[in-house]
């Protein structure tokens, strides 16, 4: 069993950067391939950024890469969204999510391959 939390989210101006964390609670974090989701008003949710267990293999959306960076801590069972960069279509609620695999270098773009949820944080860029 893993149990998300994210924190980090707000209000910030178009060009502004945020970082987002999502602390983890079980013994299992360091086994679970890690995504960050995120869904504004109206629209399905989409993938975001994800990082396998072992840090080796990371995956991003076309639209955030360069500059959104994700990252773990397995020390802290934490995983990390540095959004640099921001745009107001990067408003929305944006959730982490967990998968336990043994697979160390296992990703998915897939939100319905990941079994865990956070409760999400909300994200509003505008001037």
């Known amino acids: 069993q893993v149990q998300l939390v994210e924190s980090g989210g707000g209000l910030v101006q178009p060009g502004g950067s945020l970082r987002l964390s999502c602390a983890a609670s079980g013994r299992t974090f360091s086994s679970s391939a890690m995504g960050w989701f995120r869904q504004a008003p109206g629209k399905e949710r989409e993938f975001v950024a994800a990082?396998?267990?072992?840090?080796?293999?990371?995956g991003y959306a076309d639209s955030v890469k360069g500059r959104f960076t994700i990252s773990r801590d397995n020390a802290k069972n934490t995983v990390y969204l540095q959004m640099n960069s921001l745009k107001p279509e990067d408003t929305a609620v944006y959730y982490c999510?967990?998968?336990?695999?043994?697979?160390?270098?296992?990703?998915?773009?897939?939100?319905?391959?990941?079994?865990?949820w956070g409760q999400g944080t909300q994200v509003t860029v505008s001037s």
């Open positions: 990082v396998s267990w072992s840090g080796g293999s990371t």
């Open positions: 999510a967990a998968r336990i695999t043994s697979d160390s270098m296992w990703l998915s773009r897939n939100a319905f391959n990941y079994n865990y």
